[in-house]
């Protein structure tokens, strides 16, 4: 169990958010919410029903309800309600920076123009109570085709972007099916992130590194089945935007007591604790940290250790960057 100190620490340090899916921030109530406003009719008959169906057996099982959740979001408006549910939910767990995903194909898809996508969250993202950005995400069970026409109908927009990631169903759908998106947004400065190594291979995480060339590699745990890889990721200070309570979820470790994260901080790899799709999988921010923590031999150095990493693994001009490890710095020196 967490003492109480460990637990205060946890909750009140500074952290950076850097792998979150904002459609994954929707709240079975405001789903609701949503759904009466736009005249949508779920195929669930209440908040609780809709709650008791978040129970995936797999990624594939989570991604179907993941886009029944987003077809409530039709409007400019819907799509700030929920990008600000978020930023206060972030905000409440001591969030000071967020890089939030989003996929605007899951909208466009349905007859959603892209604007409307960019421009709610975007809007939110400048009233947020945190410094948040937004990274533009591809959908890998999509043609690399699909995703080339999704950035060309954002480029208008590029100003309210600054990367672009990769996410979606990862087996059988490897980096390297993206090779000429990710080389065109090189080319436009954006910065480049990627899901790999999650249920997919460490041979993946290797395609994203060298194929795709991404700066920061989402998931990643499945890095230490290759010794050369782990040993590469530490060397170069990659950074893996590790999801604990996703990875339970999805199976990708059976109990929290099995999570390879104390082995990756061994290993010199920058880790990096994040909540990934919250509202499905039992928790935001502080209920990641403290589950891990509750769950593995890990101590306040850690805590310290993993409070830098975000910010050191985030996109952040580097006077902004070192402010926020001041400040991470700072709070640990009371302790």
């Known amino acids: 169990m967490l003492n109480d100190q460990l637990r205060r620490v946890l909750q009140?340090?500074?952290?950076?958010e850097l792998h979150i899916h904002i459609e994954g921030s929707l709240e079975p109530e405001l789903i609701?919410?949503?759904?009466?406003?736009?005249?949508?009719?779920?195929?669930?008959?209440?908040?609780?029903?809709?709650?008791?169906?978040?129970?995936?057996?797999?990624?594939?099982?989570?991604?179907?309800?993941?886009?029944?959740?987003a077809s409530v979001l039709l409007k400019e408006q819907d799509f700030y309600d929920m990008t600000m549910a978020y930023l206060k939910r972030a905000e409440a767990d001591n969030v000071r920076h967020t890089e939030i995903f989003f996929d605007p194909q899951t909208h466009t898809a349905r007859g959603v123009d892209i604007k409307v996508v960019i421009d709610g969250i975007y809007r939110a993202c400048q009233d947020s109570p945190v410094s948040a950005t937004l990274i533009l995400c591809f959908l890998r069970h999509?043609?690399?085709?699909?995703?080339?026409?999704?950035l060309e109908a954002a480029l208008p927009y590029r100003d309210k972007f600054i990367g672009v990631g990769l996410d979606s169903s990862e087996v059988g759908n490897p980096p390297e099916k993206f090779a000429n998106v990710f080389a065109r947004c090189r080319d436009l400065g954006l910065r480049l992130v990627a899901h790999a190594g999650e249920e997919g291979p460490p041979a993946y995480i290797y395609?994203?590194?060298?194929?795709?060339?991404?700066?920061?590699?989402?998931?990643?745990v499945r890095c230490l089945e290759d010794a050369e890889l782990t040993a590469r990721l530490a060397k170069e200070q990659m950074a893996l935007t590790v999801c604990p309570l996703s990875n339970i979820k999805l199976?990708?470790?059976?109990?929290?007591?099995?999570?390879?994260?104390?082995q990756l901080l061994d290993a010199g790899i920058l880790a990096t604790v994040n909540s990934d799709d919250p509202a499905y999988f039992g928790g935001y921010m502080n209920d990641n940290f403290i589950a891990t923590f509750e769950a593995l031999p890990l101590g306040l150095?850690?805590?310290?250790?993993?409070?830098?990493?975000?910010?050191?693994?985030a996109f952040l001009p580097e006077e902004q960057k070192q402010k926020f490890l001041a400040e991470v710095d700072a709070f640990f020196a009371k302790i």
């Open 142 to 150: 999509l043609s690399e085709e699909d995703a080339i026409a999704t």
């Open 301 to 313: 150095s850690h805590a310290h250790r993993l409070s830098r990493n975000g910010f050191v693994a």
């Open 32 to 69: 609701f919410a949503l759904a009466e406003r736009n005249g949508v009719k779920l195929a669930y008959g209440s908040v609780e029903e809709l709650r008791a169906a978040y129970a995936f057996t797999d990624l594939q099982s989570f991604l179907d309800i993941y886009y029944a959740g």
């Open 12 to 16: 009140q340090m500074p952290k950076a």
């Open 207 to 220: 395609t994203a590194l060298d194929t795709l060339k991404v700066e920061r590699i989402d998931h990643g």
């Open 251 to 262: 199976c990708v470790f059976d109990q929290m007591e099995q999570h390879n994260l104390l």
